[in-house]
């Protein structure tokens, strides 16, 4: 259960950033989240939503979270393509299994909407 | 005390206080906006807070010319015991420090200090993992007990656990991960973020072969599939196969 510690990093890093910017409360953030992340989303969104309730700046936030496809490059035939197989992808054009990933590994927090 | 992290700033870092200089929110309803809202962009990793912590914890290690390795394996892989055959072979050579992560207890630790090294146990309380913050916290106190008495070597033994501590750097020079025979030969390609971050693999309890469905050229052969860079040793703490390759990798690491 790594998310809740992550979902406690996400709240320090969240208060920072809301101080920092003189914000009343923070309404809305944006995350990223890559199909190979090793995040399970249900859990972290569940996590932070039991730890936000005793951060008064964070009691009211609502988390967005956009989960990105895990998308490679072939090294062999240039080919970009799309895949859910995270363990032995290999490219539909050429079969080569030598690919270099474009996305899909993201852990990020995008922006945040606040009250200033 | 330190110089590096100028102290006190990370070691509270989980605990932001909760004083501010705004009004209470929330009174009436749903906390509905009163003033103006306004997008803050990011673009940094949800990791961030335990990355920086990591940057300062390096910055120690580099500082006191300090080599240092992060164990990570399931519970009972062999973690302890490692460390034990490497201390009792390795110790009159290079200087060794551990710190021991558990969820309770300092069991480990005190393996490590009937071998005659330093130990701090850091108990996480439920967290099924080690964090930067906590290893920094640790390491002052290995300090402090070295009493100015320099380390090469400074291990740190996970928490059992082969999913979480792949999420969480902690500034070490090299992670090495092991899996057991009597785990099975899936390992690799079932965890494969533990095996994509580690620069070292280790099979333990090579002894028990005869008794388990493990090929060990299969499961080297799926690792490095995984992560080609991998360093792989074959090691049995009870027959003694492989710990003198093991030995001598770690004699290279020491620094000057
Ligand atoms: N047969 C055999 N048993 C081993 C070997 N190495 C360790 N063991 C046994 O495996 C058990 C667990 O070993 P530990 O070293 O405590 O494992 P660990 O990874 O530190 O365990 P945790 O800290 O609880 O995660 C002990 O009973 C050891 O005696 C080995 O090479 N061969
Ligand atoms: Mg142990
Ligand atoms: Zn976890
Ligand atoms: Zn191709
Ligand atoms: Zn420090
Ligand atoms: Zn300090």
């Excluded at chain 2, 050229?217 to 490095?224: C, I, P, R, T, Y």
Aim: proline residues 4%; contains cysteine.
């Amino acid at each position: 259960m790594h998310e809740v510690s992550i979902a406690m990093g996400m709240i320090d890093e969240l208060t920072r950033i809301a101080r920092e910017n003189n914000a009343r409360k923070v309404i809305t953030v944006k995350l990223k989240i890559g199909k190979m992340s090793g995040i399970v989303i249900d859990s972290l969104q569940f996590a932070f939503d039991a730890a936000k309730l005793e951060y008064p700046l964070l009691n009211s936030t609502a988390i967005f979270i956009e989960e990105v496809p895990l998308i490679y490059e072939c090294n062999n035939c240039k080919n970009t393509f799309k895949t859910d197989d995270i363990y032995f992808p290999s490219c539909p054009g050429c079969k080569s299994y030598n690919l270099k990933i474009l996305s899909g590994e993201e852990l990020h927090i995008e922006n945040l909407e606040v009250e200033v | 005390m330190c110089d590096v992290c100028g102290c006190g700033h990370h070691h509270d870092s989980k605990s932001p206080s909760t004083s501010h200089d705004h009004p209470p929110f929330a009174k009436g309803g749903q906390g509905g906006i009163i003033g103006e809202t306004r997008i803050i962009d990011v673009n940094e990793s949800l990791l961030k807070s335990n990355e920086s912590a990591a940057i300062s914890n390096r910055a120690h290690f580099d500082e006191k010319g300090i080599f240092s390795v992060n164990i990570i394996s399931s519970p009972g892989s062999g973690k302890t015991t490692l460390l034990e055959k490497t201390i009792e072979a390795l110790k009159n050579d290079i200087n060794i420090g551990v710190l021991e992560g558990d969820i309770e207890t300092d069991l480990d630790a005190e393996r490590i200090r009937k071998k005659g090294i330093p130990a701090v146990q850091l108990t996480t309380g439920g967290a099924c993992h080690l964090e930067s913050s906590l290893v920094h916290k640790g390491f002052h106190e290995l300090e402090h007990q070295l009493n100015g008495k320099k380390l090469d070597i400074l291990f740190i033994e996970n928490v059992g656990n082969l999913v979480c501590p792949s999420f969480f750097n902690l500034g070490e020079h090299i992670r090495v991960v092991l899996v057991s025979v009597p785990e099975g030969p899936d390992k690799p390609l079932k965890y494969p973020k533990a095996f994509k971050t580690s620069h070292v693999f280790i099979i333990t309890k090579s002894d028990l072969v005869p008794y388990f469905d493990f090929d060990i050229e299969k499961v080297k052969k799926d690792a490095l599939s995984i992560n080609p860079f991998l360093n792989i040793f074959v090691i049995s703490a009870k027959t003694g196969e492989g710990l003198k390759e093991w030995f001598d990798f770690i004699k290279k690491q020491k620094h000057d």
